[in-house]
């Protein structure tokens, strides 16, 4: 049985990693911090690895230990991350210098896996064009438009200066499913009968569901080809009117529609921003998510999925919003 170790277990898409490396028989050591929930790591054979990514020789340290006691990790899926941050430097500390220490670090203690899979985003690249809306293409200069793209850019960056390094870089859409927080919020807003929109122009969305994304990280890690970046998508594109008429067939629920003009919602981002700026953090609306907002355009190429990996997704938006909503229920979150 191979090693894994999967940072960021504790977190949504993590802890749907481990599951699908268990079911596929790996030996799963679930990188957490001492601070991390364990409550979606509940499986007895997972082996907890903490990992403090502060100081390059701390995962030295982490990493020699583990190799005296006879354990190398034959793939590694760096997948922790920080989506928000209060502040920007946040993201830049995490996302990057601490991806930096972990790859220098396997260099420096001789622990250089056979894969080395690095959970980027499609924020990477920011939105496609809103003229043309020809989706952003595997080879098209990197436009991200927020500080959390620019600093998952970074990371890619540095890992794809890397000609000997085992590295494989997966860029997600909107990820959603079970234990999810984000979209979570739109479930909950339609659920109490409301129906946002930010501008007239609707937005073209992509998505994967958590369950045809972890099983397509799998197996790409496993596959043959390294240095190389995917988008990852369920293959289709929904316009946000889409996503609002399927979150709400699904909760049967009848909703006021609120169209906010996008002049509107960017002068409170800024204004939000400048308050909260002088006690040093960072508002729920920001300028950032502003961007994202009014970007309409979120397609990109995906047919390498299927050319690579034969990967078709089993969820389209419909299923999966539908088996999603039923976790929530059932958890009592909605
Ligand atoms: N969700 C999406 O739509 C989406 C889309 C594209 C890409 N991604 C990428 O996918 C990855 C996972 O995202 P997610 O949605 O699952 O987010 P999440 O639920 O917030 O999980 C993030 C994970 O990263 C860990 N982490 C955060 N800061 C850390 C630090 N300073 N040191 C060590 N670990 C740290 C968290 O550990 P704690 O539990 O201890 O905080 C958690 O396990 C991220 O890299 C993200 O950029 C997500």
Redesign the pocket.
């Known amino acids: 049985m191979a090693n894994i170790l999967i ?8 802890s749907f990693l481990v599951e699908e490396a268990l079911k596929k028989d790996f030996t799963v050591y679930a990188g ?2 001492k ?3 364990r409550a979606y790591l509940q499986d007895p054979g997972i082996r907890f690895a903490e990992i403090d ?1 502060t100081e390059k020789d701390r995962i030295v340290e982490f990493l020699l230990e583990h190799k005296k006691a006879g354990v190398s990790f034959d793939y590694i899926i760096h ?5 928000k941050a209060k502040k920007k430097e946040d993201f830049y500390r ?1 996302n990057c210098t ?1 991806t930096r220490n972990f790859v220098e670090a396997l260099s420096e203690a001789g622990c250089i896996p056979l894969k080395f899979v690095y ?5 990477a690249y920011g939105p496609g064009d809103p003229v043309s809306m020809k989706p952003v293409m595997l080879d098209d200069t990197p436009k991200p438009v927020d500080e959390y793209g620019r600093s ?1 850019l970074e990371a890619e960056k540095y890992l794809t200066s890397l000609t000997d390094f085992p590295w494989l870089i997966i860029r ?1 859409s ?2 959603y499913g079970p234990r ?1 927080k984000d979209y979570f919020v739109y479930f909950q807003t339609i659920s109490r009968g409301m129906e946002p929109y930010i501008g007239f122009r609707p937005q073209i969305l992509t998505f994967i569901y958590v369950r045809d994304l972890v099983r397509l990280i799998l197996e790409a890690m496993v596959s043959g080809i390294k240095r190389k970046a995917y988008f990852v998508t369920d293959g289709k594109h929904y316009d946000s009117r889409e996503f609002a008429e399927i979150t709400k067939k699904h909760l049967k629920k009848k909703t006021l529609k609120i169209t906010l003009p996008l002049g509107l919602v960017g002068g409170i981002a800024r204004a939000m921003e400048k308050i909260f700026g002088l006690g040093g953090k960072m508002p729920t609306l920001n300028t950032d998510k502003f961007n994202i907002m009014k970007s309409t355009n979120w397609t990109c190429q995906v047919d390498e999925l299927q050319k690579d990996f034969n990967f078709r997704a089993d969820y389209d938006l419909d299923k999966g919003v539908k088996e999603a909503l039923e976790w929530y229920k059932k958890e009592r979150w909605l």
């Open positions: 940072t960021g277990s504790s977190g949504f898409i993590g957490v911090r601070s991390s929930s990514f997948n922790a991350g920080l989506t995490v601490f959970i980027s985003s499609l924020a998952k997600p909107g990820v999810e």
